[in-house]
């Protein structure tokens, strides 16, 4: 993860069970290099001791808006203005009602209604209290103000009960925490499909052909551009990657699932990156059976081209929607991405030549070259990470080139 050196978050820890995670949050966030400050309610030192936390994060740990340790030079509402994203981990019922009243009756409710910094709350509690109608509006509330909500996740509580209302892993806080500090919402409001990972196409009800695709490339621009603040729908075919939180999900198992897929949900998007694999041919027939390999000298299979998808949604891009291709080539890649990109309709083609050392399918890094009707830039070899920020600064630049023209 890059890094959060100069960044300060001041996070509040309020008293739930679950403020022992929020010990990890601390030591994940400052490995970063953010420089945390912590506020700590009173009722929550039953929980977890300050002095856990003030190790962690080598800061003066606040619980007491009225007796601020000797060594601390500036008043408290300066953490207010310090803090570049206020974290409340884990965020009690009680504390999510007060900060959505505007109430200020302890440090930590007073400080988080002094800040202008993005504030964002992982709440925690049992499911009932989670439910209850109270909760929930004032949830909605601060929702509406702008406040930033981490989880709940679901599972096994520690009151026993299971449902909603666990604190969000300390991993995902950490992983939200950074992507609001480092990225800005440049693609809040925007529509983003992605597709991902190999189609498999049936043999018999127990085998397959497909392709080497991981879904590395396509995930990690999903995840990017959630991160960037769009609405990203990730299409994917069989992966073991975690799905990025926030999304929508629909997976795909064939090249024909994919394609009725991208029919129902194109028109939705504003830009579309289609980064999966899906099979050029597939098997003419299915055997309905298991085909035995008992008796036999050899095992044809005849295949069939399959539909063309890139083309076929390229047919039907409405003005002002950014379409983006994906060329994975051996030989003549730049004559081959450059014909596909006229004949899919498509505005970029990011291409990569797979024979490459450290380009293709199932690594971490790439090599690509996007190529547009009329320009084509080369990249080193980067994170696919970092080449999914850098295509959808692309992706942007051509979607305001279509939609904000003067
Ligand atoms: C053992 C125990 C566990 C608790 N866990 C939670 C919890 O997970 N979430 C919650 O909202 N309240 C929980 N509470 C209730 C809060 O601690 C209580 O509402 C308290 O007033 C909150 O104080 P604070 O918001 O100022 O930290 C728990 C109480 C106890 C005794």
Same mark, same amino acid.
Request: hydrophobic share 45%; with cysteine.
């Given at each position: 993860?890059?890094?959060?050196?100069?960044?300060?978050?001041?996070?509040?820890?309020?008293?739930?069970?679950?403020? +022992?995670?929020?010990?990890?949050?601390?030591?994940?966030? *400052?490995?970063?290099?953010?420089?945390?400050?912590?506020?700590?309610? !009173? =009722?929550?030192?039953?929980?977890?001791?300050?002095?856990?936390?003030?190790?962690? &994060?080598?800061?003066?740990?606040?619980?007491?808006?009225?007796? %601020?340790? $000797?060594?601390?030079?500036?008043?408290?509402?300066?953490?207010?203005?310090?803090? =570049?994203?206020?974290?409340? $981990?884990?965020?009690?019922?009680?504390?999510?009602?007060? +900060?959505?009243?505007?109430? $200020?009756?302890?440090?930590?409710?007073?400080?988080? /209604?002094?800040?202008?910094?993005?504030?964002?709350?992982?709440?925690?509690?049992?499911?009932?209290?989670?439910?209850?109608?109270?909760?929930?509006?004032?949830?909605?509330?601060?929702?509406?103000?702008?406040?930033?909500?981490?989880?709940?996740?679901?599972?096994?509580?520690?009151?026993?009960?299971?449902?909603?209302?666990?604190?969000?892993?300390? %991993?995902?806080?950490?992983? @939200?925490?950074?992507d609001?500090?480092?990225y800005?919402?440049d693609l809040k409001?925007i529509n983003i499909i992605v597709?991902?990972?190999?189609?498999? %196409?049936?043999?018999?009800?127990? #085998?397959?052909?497909?392709?080497?695709?991981?879904? *590395?490339?396509g995930y990690a621009i999903a995840d990017a551009a959630k991160a960037r603040g769009a609405n990203v729908t990730l299409? &994917?075919?069989?992966?073991?990657?975690?799905?990025p939180?926030g999304i929508?999900?629909?997976? @795909? =198992?064939?090249? $024909?699932?994919?394609?009725?897929?991208?029919? =129902?949900? +194109?028109?939705?998007?504003d830009i579309?990156i289609?980064?999966?694999?899906?099979?050029?041919?597939?098997?003419?027939?299915?055997?309905?059976?298991?085909?035995?390999?008992?008796?036999?000298?050899?095992?044809?299979?005849? /295949?069939?081209?399959?539909?063309?998808?890139?083309?076929?949604?390229?047919?039907?891009?409405?003005?002002?929607?950014? @379409?983006?291709?994906?060329?994975?080539?051996?030989?003549?890649?730049?004559?081959?991405?450059?014909? *596909?990109? !006229?004949?899919?309709?498509?505005?970029?083609?990011?291409?990569?030549?797979?024979?490459?050392?450290?380009?293709? @399918?199932?690594?971490?890094?790439?090599?690509?070259?996007?190529?547009?009707?009329? &320009?084509?830039?080369?990249?080193?070899?980067?994170?696919?990470?970092?080449?999914a920020h850098?295509l959808l600064? #692309?992706a942007l630049?051509?979607? *305001?080139?279509?939609?904000?023209?003067?």
């Amino acid at each position: 993860m890059p890094s959060l050196s100069g960044k300060n978050v001041v996070m509040g820890v309020t008293a739930g069970v679950a403020a +022992y995670k929020s010990l990890v949050v601390v030591s994940g966030l *400052k490995k970063l290099g953010a420089e945390i400050d912590i506020i700590m309610t !009173e =009722n929550a030192c039953n929980f977890i001791s300050p002095l856990s936390f003030q190790t962690l &994060s080598a800061r003066p740990v606040t619980v007491d808006m009225f007796k %601020e340790p $000797a060594f601390w030079e500036v008043e408290h509402i300066a953490l207010a203005r310090k803090a =570049n994203l206020f974290l409340v $981990a884990p965020a009690t019922a009680n504390f999510i009602g007060k +900060y959505a009243n505007g109430i $200020a009756d302890d440090m930590l409710t007073t400080t988080v /209604l002094a800040t202008k910094a993005k504030v964002a709350l992982a709440p925690a509690m049992n499911t009932a209290m989670w439910e209850h109608v109270a909760v929930q509006e004032n949830i909605s509330k601060l929702k509406q103000r702008g406040v930033l909500f981490i989880g709940p996740a679901s599972g096994l509580l520690a009151c026993g009960e299971e449902g909603a209302g666990r604190m969000e892993s300390p %991993e995902e806080i950490i992983k @939200f925490v950074s992507d609001k500090l480092l990225y800005d919402e440049d693609l809040k409001n925007i529509n983003i499909i992605v597709t991902a990972g190999p189609a498999k %196409e049936a043999i018999d009800p127990v #085998r397959f052909i497909s392709n080497y695709s991981s879904g *590395k490339m396509g995930y990690a621009i999903a995840d990017a551009a959630k991160a960037r603040g769009a609405n990203v729908t990730l299409i &994917s075919g069989a992966s073991v990657l975690p799905v990025p939180k926030g999304i929508e999900f629909l997976p @795909f =198992n064939s090249t $024909a699932d994919l394609l009725s897929i991208m029919q =129902n949900n +194109y028109s939705k998007a504003d830009i579309i990156i289609q980064a999966a694999a899906p099979a050029d041919f597939t098997p003419r027939e299915v055997s309905p059976i298991k085909i035995k390999k008992a008796g036999r000298e050899a095992m044809p299979l005849e /295949l069939a081209p399959t539909v063309d998808i890139a083309k076929e949604i390229g047919k039907k891009k409405q003005s002002g929607q950014v @379409f983006i291709g994906f060329a994975a080539e051996t030989n003549d890649g730049a004559k081959n991405a450059r014909s *596909k990109l !006229e004949d899919k309709n498509l505005d970029l083609i990011v291409l990569n030549d797979i024979t490459q050392e450290g380009a293709g @399918f199932n690594g971490d890094t790439n090599i690509v070259c996007f190529i547009t009707a009329d &320009s084509s830039e080369q990249l080193p070899l980067m994170t696919k990470k970092e080449v999914a920020h850098k295509l959808l600064d #692309r992706a942007l630049s051509i979607y *305001k080139g279509k939609n904000l023209k003067a």
